[in-house]
């Protein structure tokens, strides 16, 4: 199976993982070497803790997004923060060829970067405004999201000084309390006529309770943008696009969100959040993750009965046990909350995290497991032999959400693609 391989090497190397500068003996950098001899010696370092990621199944995750909503409906797959790590510029080729003609970002940069890697699709930035970076909104044709009528005037005249016209997108704030207007509708109307070098192509809002089925704060957000949204029509504004919803009200069916566009972020990578509270309808989104997350085996040691094991001594032996010490910890993503408490999987087998997860390493209780050696594979998050944890499952245990858990994988994790 071929593979290819990237490191996560900061945002503006994505592909270029291979190409950086490594020292040695010998040598005052490695770029006395030759590309391919740098490549050999980059990838020799790659197998302590990384990941595995499957482009193919963020493609089937689209479609299946694509074929519940219909075909009146766009996808725009949002791919902010690396693609909830597993890679923005590879998912967003990926996706491209799919068929996706949209794509979200939080930021700018993230935008360029995926520009000057030449995705072509359009691209949404959903949550950057700054002054500095208005524009390369321009200069890399890049769609914000304004916030405020004050921006909207910004964005004018910004344009306008170009010889341009510029689109945007409008964020109304109707029960999220962050980004967004809550200007009335008629001044929302002024400024957006009184803005005649840029368009306002769509008008989007965002829900804060999507998954709790016990609260009517979703209804009442609808409800809210329906009546801008009438208030427009009677004015005879009508934005080409209106788009609410993300993955849980793509999942459960609420079609009165989906309106022309959606913005699956956590169902593209294979997860839906699990309804919070009340009956939820029947789910009519299955999807699948895409990345398995696994670490090496540093060292496999026997301790005796009322050994202490990690910082603070925090877990005793009960009995003789024989423990294998990872070589991955909190400072690659590994939340330190599953000291004592988390799991892994060692060969089809799940064996517990004891003691404290510390920077580098976390130590785990292979007692009932087969043997295993230094250099071993064990996954922290993924499936093997009908056992699987998946970021749901971590994040219950450690006191957070299945976002968190993916986000969090960090930077020196390497990233590996299996298809």
Known sequence: MACAYYGFMGPLSYETATQESVQEPGKEIAGERSGSERSALYRSFARRSWVEISLRQIVQNFRAVRDVVGGGVEVMPVVKADAYRH?????????AAAGAR?????????????????IETRILVMADFLPAERGALLDYNLTPVIHSLEDIAEWDRLASGRGVT????????????????????????????????????????HFASAANYASAQTEEQ????????????????????????????IAY??????????????????????????????????VRPALTWKTAVLAVKDLPAGALVGYGGMYRTTHATRIAVLAAGYADGIPHRLSNKG????????????G??????TTIDITQCPPV???????????????????????????????????????????????
């Open 343 to 354: 799991r892994v999987i060692v060969k089809g087998h799940l064996a517990p995290i004891i």
């Open 373 to 419: 050696a230094a250099g071993d594979a064990v996954i922290l998050l993924g499936s093997e032999g009908g056992v699987s944890i998946d970021a749901q499952q971590i994040a219950r245990v450690a006191g957070t959400i299945s976002y968190s858990v993916l986000c969090g994988i960090h930077a020196r994790v390497k990233r590996i693609y299996v298809d």
């Open 253 to 286: 069916g609420r079609r009165d969100a989906w309106q022309r566009l959606v913005r699956p972020g956590h169902a593209i990578y294979g997860y839906i959040s699990p309804v919070a509270k009340g009956t939820a309808p029947p789910r009519l989104l299955e």
């Open 87 to 95: 890679g923005a510029v590879e998912v967003s080729r990926a996706l």
């Open 102 to 118: 949209w794509l979200a970002v939080s930021n700018v940069e993230e935008g360029v970067i995926l520009r000057e890697r030449g």
């Open 222 to 249: 609808l409800r809210v943008f329906q009546d801008i949204c009438a208030e427009f029509a009677r004015a005879g504004v009508h934005p080409p696009i209106l788009h609410l919803a993300s993955s849980t009200p």
């Open 166 to 205: 510029g689109e945007y997108h409008l964020k109304i704030d109707t029960g999220m309390g962050r980004l967004g207007t809550r200007a009335p509708a008629d001044d929302i109307l002024r400024a957006v006529s009184e803005a005649r070098h840029v368009r306002l192509e769509g008008l989007m809002t």
């Open 356 to 361: 404290a997860v510390s920077m580098d390493l």
